[in-house]
């Protein structure tokens, strides 16, 4: 048993950490499970070990590196690393809530338990999937990949490479990847034209201009240090046999090794719909999102969210949500009044307004391309891990196929180790484009446990180690027996026509 | 208003093994689905064709399965003529495993007392020692002490199989709707109506209720009882292994893609097929183990739970109400194994007009009698 | 392919890549050192043998599996690299070990 707590914290990136923090902080017992081995989630990775690395400055680490230095120092914390939580069972919502929820964790190659009172998932985000024909070559990753790389070891690509797509997150790797002494780097850019006045006609983006002002910066940094832009890029094609050899679009193409695809980020709701809380859908950004208030509550009365995993909003805002989601959390649990949590919600509201300020316009003008599901060529591999491309999935709505969990019993789309992580949504889109409806009238892929996949030997509780047969094992024998042998088994030697 | 020669409600194995004899037998199929996220009990089968522990005071039961087993070569052989799909069918046989000698010997008795009720039909088995089933099976453990065997037992993909009736349903020009869930029907002797969302009308002289739990509201328009309920089983998936175990057995078996399935639970738990207790999958992940210490080491890459439709009895229920000719309607779990009887035995009687034979034991009439 | 920038971050954790060493700094994962050492694929997939090379490098996409250790089938971009590990790329489909995936 892991232990009984009040607060259990599903991730340690900027959500998580500054939700233990202030948890803890009000007294609360406070658990935060996150399957990697340190702090930082994706967007402080490796935040303690990348330390000095002069491609990685700027205020966001020394933000990173605080937080995990309050995180560690902080009492009341039980900090479980390198541990996978697979299954949740939240008491039933006709009965009486005041049961715990019980969480089953992977950690040590065994599965252990724990309970908690309340829940708060803060898993984050994930890129959008990008299916574009060839990127499932060697060579391709997103752009968050090569961010991740450098993060955690300093790498940079080898020989020319092309960021395709949009978003920020383009521009702050290219700024990143070109610090850190990459050589050649092109964006080729896919926002249509037009955009930045629609965007700028959602309002509001003069409340976030230091958020523009950075962004502008980065954008002119990167030109500075010859980053080569091309803008309104349609068709992308990635070329090559066996790795990347090149991508090509209407009226170009450049050679190349690397291809990093981004188009945005999404909230990662693996957990939240296997739990079946209820979804919204972000109209701009066209994602799914947990329903959430204002304090992160979700739908069901022991799960809050936090961070990007309720909405993408960026660090800021996680860290911000965080402590919202803490504040709620004490308050539900009978250690502070109505009146003190809202007292202290008047910091972490006024930073998430200002977090948060810039959105709309980025939203828009970063917005995914509506009509992508239906020019994707036929094909496309759109399940990575099947290897189902967008022809097989269109031919089986033609059949009747009316959701993606039909797509997934006809195709196997979906059934593979990421569990629809990568193809899920661009099933539901294919699928919208086929039946010609919205795509929000498609219901998702609903996930199940394991939420992340573990052994046989783990969920018996058997250390891997016993498990895996050892040389001088005599099944081991008894196997190699059975390869030498010449035998037709005995049921040859049964008539084994039916009458 | 719409007519056709049959119309079919449920779309699962099922509804589209009869729909798909109907298309055999000529008849022009409307075949009516719900959507995406129904109960669905197809997509929680485990994938057997299994007659060694089916009808045990029942031989007309175990008859009808394992003339559905006898069936299954040429049904797979005619799907793949018509779709191009293989549903990966294997009919090696089957293997119970027991785990100590009481199971084994209560196994044997089951065994023996199956084969004297077989009569003239005949029963071929063995009881294996352990021995002998080791050489049936990779790394078998050692808290296996024997074995029961039969020839007409194997596997089959379920959900290959309801693709490739979908297709064969709608390549002869059988129509197909999801998302169409039948909420009242309108019955007379060979006239059966049923009302379209659009405001139409589609119409048949056959009509087959075979809609799994869904069937439990329609039942009465026919003037019949419930005699069904659910039951949630679990299946665990590990990820792909190269090709090891080509013997089916009971509880764990391997598929055409190389995933192990692990299976065999049972939990009365109303119509909820998202709630899966991790009590559950140990308790089936712990004797999987026992009969292969290897599973350990395999990654679980899915699981899920799914309602079973269990008649009171277990044994399928083929009913068709006296007093409106035409009508149908079925109700069974294992609907992989039963699925060439379905389609190739039961379509055939039900496009005929009236069920004979072994399936004509099997009405809900012998709930009344009890 | 993809470069280490040693003077920034020193290489100073050795493994054993399908044999072959190679050396990454404190903190890289063991998808970083496949990627450092330029290999074609780190996998090929079970379904059609094509290869694979870590593409998300955040636990999300599968895509990055490898035998670490002996146990096959692990994220290598969620695996710190460590001293001697040995890692080997994967053809296909996992076997069980003790058993060649021969069944008599």
């Given at each position: 048993?892991?232990g009984?707590?009040?607060?259990?914290?599903?991730?340690?990136?900027?959500?998580?950490?500054?939700?233990?923090?202030?948890?803890?902080g009000?007294?609360?017992?406070?658990?935060?499970?996150?399957?990697?081995?340190a702090?930082?989630?994706?967007?402080?990775?490796?935040?303690?070990s990348?330390?000095a690395?002069?491609?990685l400055?700027?205020?966001h680490?020394?933000?990173?590196r605080?937080?995990?230095?309050?995180?560690?120092?902080?009492?009341?914390i039980?900090?479980?690393?390198?541990?996978?939580v697979?299954?949740i069972?939240?008491?039933?919502?006709g009965g009486?809530?005041?049961?715990?929820?019980?969480l089953?964790?992977?950690r040590d190659d065994?599965s252990?338990?724990?309970?908690?009172?309340?829940?708060?998932?803060?898993?984050g985000?994930q890129?959008?999937?990008m299916p574009?024909?060839g990127?499932?070559?060697?060579?391709?990753?997103?752009?968050?990949?090569?961010?991740?790389?450098?993060?955690?070891?300093?790498a940079?690509?080898?020989?020319?490479?092309?960021?395709?797509?949009?978003?920020p997150?383009?521009?702050?790797?290219?700024v990143?990847?070109?610090?850190a002494?990459a050589?050649?780097?092109h964006?080729?850019?896919?926002?249509?034209?037009?955009?930045?006045?629609?965007?700028?006609?959602?309002?509001g983006?003069?409340?976030?201009?230091?958020?523009?002002?950075?962004g502008?910066?980065?954008m002119?940094?990167?030109?500075?240090?010859?980053?080569?832009?091309?803008?309104?890029?349609?068709?992308?094609r990635?070329?090559?046999?066996e790795?990347?050899?090149g991508l090509?679009?209407?009226g170009?193409?450049?050679?190349?090794?690397?291809?990093?695809?981004?188009?945005g980020?999404?909230p990662?709701t693996?957990?939240?719909?296997?739990l079946?809380?209820?979804h919204?859908?972000?109209?701009?950004q066209?994602y799914?999102a947990?329903?959430?208030?204002?304090w992160?509550a979700?739908?069901h009365?022991?799960?809050?969210?936090?961070g990007?995993g309720?909405?993408?909003g960026?660090?800021?805002?996680?860290?911000a949500?965080?402590?919202l989601a803490a504040?709620?959390?004490a308050?539900?649990?009978?250690a502070?009044?109505?009146a003190?949590?809202?007292a202290r919600?008047?910091?972490?509201?006024?930073?998430?307004?200002?977090?948060l300020?810039?959105?709309?316009?980025?939203?828009?003008?970063?917005?995914?391309?509506?009509?992508?599901?239906?020019?994707?060529?036929?094909?496309?591999?759109?399940?990575?891990?099947?290897?189902?491309?967008a022809g097989?999935?269109?031919?089986?709505?033609k059949?009747g196929?009316?959701?993606?969990?039909?797509?997934?019993?006809?195709?196997?789309?979906?059934?593979?180790?990421?569990?629809?992580?990568?193809?899920?949504?661009?099933?539901?889109?294919?699928?919208?484009?086929?039946?010609?409806?919205?795509a929000?009238?498609?219901?998702p892929?609903?996930?199940r446990?394991?939420?992340?996949?573990?052994?046989v030997?783990?969920?018996?509780?058997?250390?891997?180690k016993?498990?895996?047969?050892?040389?001088?094992?005599?099944i081991?024998?008894e196997?190699?027996?059975?390869?030498?042998?010449q035998c037709?088994?005995?049921?040859?030697?049964?008539?084994?026509?039916c009458? | 208003m719409?007519?056709?020669d049959a119309?079919?409600?449920?779309?699962?194995?099922?509804g589209s093994a009869?729909?798909?004899?109907?298309?055999?037998?000529?008849?022009?199929?409307?075949?009516?689905?719900?959507?995406?996220?129904?109960?669905?009990?197809?997509?929680g089968n485990?994938g057997?064709v299994?007659?060694q522990?089916?009808?045990?005071?029942?031989?007309h039961?175990?008859?009808?399965?394992?003339?559905s087993?006898?069936?299954?070569?040429a049904?797979?052989?005619?799907?793949a003529?018509?779709?191009?799909?293989?549903?990966?069918l294997?009919?090696p046989?089957?293997?119970?495993?027991?785990?100590?000698d009481?199971?084994?010997?209560a196994?044997?008795g089951?065994?023996?007392?199956?084969?004297q009720?077989?009569?003239?039909?005949?029963?071929?088995?063995?009881?294996?020692?352990?021995?002998?089933?080791a050489e049936?099976?990779?790394?078998?453990?050692?808290?296996?002490?024997?074995?029961?065997?039969?020839?007409?037992d194997g596997?089959?993909?379920?959900l290959?199989?309801?693709?490739a009736?979908?297709?064969?349903?709608?390549?002869?020009?059988?129509?197909?709707?999801?998302l169409?869930p039948?909420?009242?029907?309108?019955?007379?002797?060979n006239d059966?109506?049923?009302a379209?969302p659009d405001?139409?009308?589609?119409?048949?002289?056959?009509?087959v209720?075979a809609?799994?739990?869904?069937n439990i509201?329609l039942?009465?328009?026919l003037?019949?009882?419930?005699w069904?309920a659910?039951?949630r089983?679990?299946?665990?998936?590990?990820?792909?292994?190269?090709p090891?175990?080509?013997?089916?057995t009971l509880?764990?078996r391997?598929?055409?893609e190389?995933?192990?399935?692990?299976?065999?639970?049972?939990?009365e738990?109303?119509?909820?097929?998202?709630?899966?207790?991790?009590?559950?999958?140990?308790n089936?992940?712990?004797r999987?183990?026992?009969?292969?210490p290897?599973?350990?080491?395999?990654?679980?890459v899915?699981?899920w739970a799914?309602?079973r439709?269990?008649p009171?009895?277990?044994?399928?229920?083929?009913?068709?109400p006296?007093?409106?000719?035409?009508?149908?309607a079925?109700?069974?779990?294992?609907?992989?194994?039963?699925?060439?009887a379905?389609a190739?035995?039961?379509?055939?009687m039900?496009?005929?007009?009236?069920?004979?034979?072994?399936?004509a034991?099997?009405?809900?009439?012998?709930?009344?009698h009890? | 392919?993809?470069?280490?920038?040693?003077?920034v971050?020193p290489?100073t954790v050795?493994l054993?890549?399908?044999?072959?060493?190679?050396?990454?700094?404190i903190?890289?994962?063991?998808?970083?050192?496949?990627?450092?050492l330029?290999?074609?694929y780190?996998?090929?997939?079970?379904?059609?043998?094509?290869?694979?090379l870590p593409?998300c490098?955040?636990?999300?996409c599968?895509d990055?599996l490898?035998?670490i250790d002996?146990?096959p089938?692990?994220?290598?971009?969620?695996?710190?690299?460590?001293?001697?590990?040995?890692?080997?790329?994967q053809?296909?489909a996992?076997?069980?070990s003790?058993a060649?995936g021969?069944?008599g």
């Open positions: 048993m892991m009984e707590f009040d607060l259990l914290i599903i991730g340690a990136g900027p959500a998580g950490m500054s939700a233990a923090v202030a948890g803890a009000m007294g609360l017992r406070v658990a935060v499970v996150d399957e990697q081995p702090v930082g989630g994706q967007v402080f990775r490796a935040i303690e990348a330390g690395d002069p491609a400055r700027g205020a680490a020394d933000a990173g605080k937080l995990a230095a309050q995180f560690h120092g902080s009492r009341g039980q900090y479980f690393p390198r541990s996978t697979w299954h069972e939240l008491a039933a919502s009486d809530v005041s049961d715990p929820a019980v089953s964790v992977l065994v252990q338990e724990c309970t908690a009172r309340r829940v708060l998932l803060a898993t985000g890129e959008r999937p574009v024909p990127w499932t070559l060697p060579g391709v990753m997103t752009a968050g990949a090569a961010q991740i790389l450098l993060k955690t070891a300093g940079v690509p080898h020989g020319p490479t092309v960021i395709a797509g949009q978003g997150l383009c521009w702050l790797v290219a990143q990847l070109l610090r002494g050589k050649e780097v964006f080729v850019e896919t926002t249509p034209a037009g955009r930045i006045a629609r965007a700028c006609l959602a309002g983006w003069w409340r976030g201009l230091p958020l523009l002002r950075e502008l910066g980065l002119r940094e990167a030109r500075r240090r010859g980053l080569k832009v091309l803008r309104h890029a349609g068709g992308l990635i070329l090559g046999d790795q990347v050899a090509s679009w209407e170009g193409e450049i050679a190349c090794r690397t291809v990093l695809l981004h188009d980020v999404i990662s693996h957990i939240s719909r296997a079946g809380l209820a919204r859908w972000h109209e701009a066209r799914w947990p329903a959430i208030d204002a992160g979700a739908s009365p022991q799960v809050a969210i936090a990007d309720g909405g993408v960026g660090w800021q805002a996680a860290v949500q965080g402590a504040l709620d959390a308050h539900r649990l009978g502070i009044e109505a003190q949590r809202d919600a008047s910091a972490p509201l006024k930073a998430l307004s200002r977090a300020a810039l959105r709309p316009f980025l939203d828009r003008l970063y917005a995914p391309l509506e009509h992508a599901a239906a020019e994707l060529a036929d094909d496309t591999v759109v399940c990575r891990c099947e290897e189902v491309t097989q999935i269109r031919a089986a709505v059949l196929a009316a959701g993606p969990n039909q797509i997934k019993a006809f195709l196997r789309a979906g059934m593979g180790p990421c569990q629809g992580r990568m193809c899920g949504t661009t099933v539901a889109a294919l699928i919208a484009a086929e039946r010609d409806v919205p929000e009238e498609v219901d892929l609903r996930p446990a394991p939420f992340k996949p573990l052994t030997g783990a969920l018996i509780g058997q250390p891997a016993s498990g895996r047969l050892h040389a001088s094992d005599p081991r024998e196997l190699g027996h059975r390869d030498r042998a037709a088994a005995p049921r040859h030697a049964m008539n084994s026509s009458p | 719409e007519q056709f119309l079919v409600v449920g779309g699962g194995l099922v009869v729909a798909f004899g109907l298309t055999e037998s000529g008849m022009r199929v409307l075949v009516l689905d719900e959507g995406d996220v129904a109960l669905r009990a197809s997509r485990f057997l299994w007659s522990s089916k009808g045990l005071g029942a031989p039961y175990h008859r009808w399965a394992r003339t087993a006898a069936h299954w070569p049904l797979a052989a005619r799907l003529e018509l779709t191009g799909i293989d549903v990966g294997e009919l046989g089957g293997l119970h495993f027991c785990l100590s009481a199971e084994l010997s196994r044997a089951m065994m023996a007392r199956m084969r009720e077989a009569g003239e039909f005949g029963f071929d088995y063995r009881m294996l020692t352990r021995q002998e089933a049936m099976v990779p790394g078998l453990g050692r808290d296996v002490v024997g074995a029961s065997w039969t020839p007409y596997h089959v993909g379920p290959p199989t309801l693709r009736f979908h297709a064969a349903i709608q390549q002869a020009g059988g129509v197909y709707r999801p169409t039948v909420r009242k029907i309108d019955p007379a002797p059966f109506r049923i379209m405001g139409g009308v589609a119409r048949a002289p056959r009509l209720l809609a799994g739990l869904g509201p039942l009465p328009a003037g019949l009882d419930c069904i659910p039951q089983g679990q299946i665990l998936v590990t990820e792909r292994v190269r090891l175990l080509s013997m089916p509880n764990v391997q598929t055409a190389g995933s192990i399935m692990i299976g065999d639970s049972k939990e738990a109303a119509f909820d097929s998202l709630t899966q207790r991790p009590a559950v999958m140990r089936m992940a712990e999987a183990v026992r009969c292969f290897w599973l350990a080491e395999l990654q679980i899915r699981a799914a309602v439709i269990l009171k009895d277990g044994l399928p229920i083929y009913d068709q006296a007093r409106l000719p035409g009508a149908f079925f109700s069974c779990h294992s609907g992989v194994g039963l699925a060439a379905h190739r035995v039961l379509a055939p039900v496009a005929q007009g009236g069920l004979t034979g072994d399936c034991l099997l009405s809900s009439e012998r709930f009344q009890v | 392919m993809y470069d280490l920038r040693t003077d971050r290489a050795d054993l890549i399908d044999g072959r060493p190679v050396a990454v700094p903190g890289a994962t063991v998808a970083a050192a496949v990627l450092s330029g290999l074609p780190i996998r090929r997939t079970p379904v059609s043998g094509a290869p694979r593409y490098m955040m636990g999300v599968f990055c490898a035998t002996g146990v089938n692990q994220q290598a971009c969620m695996v710190a690299a460590e001293p001697g590990m040995r890692v080997s790329t053809q296909g996992r076997s069980v003790g060649d021969h069944d």
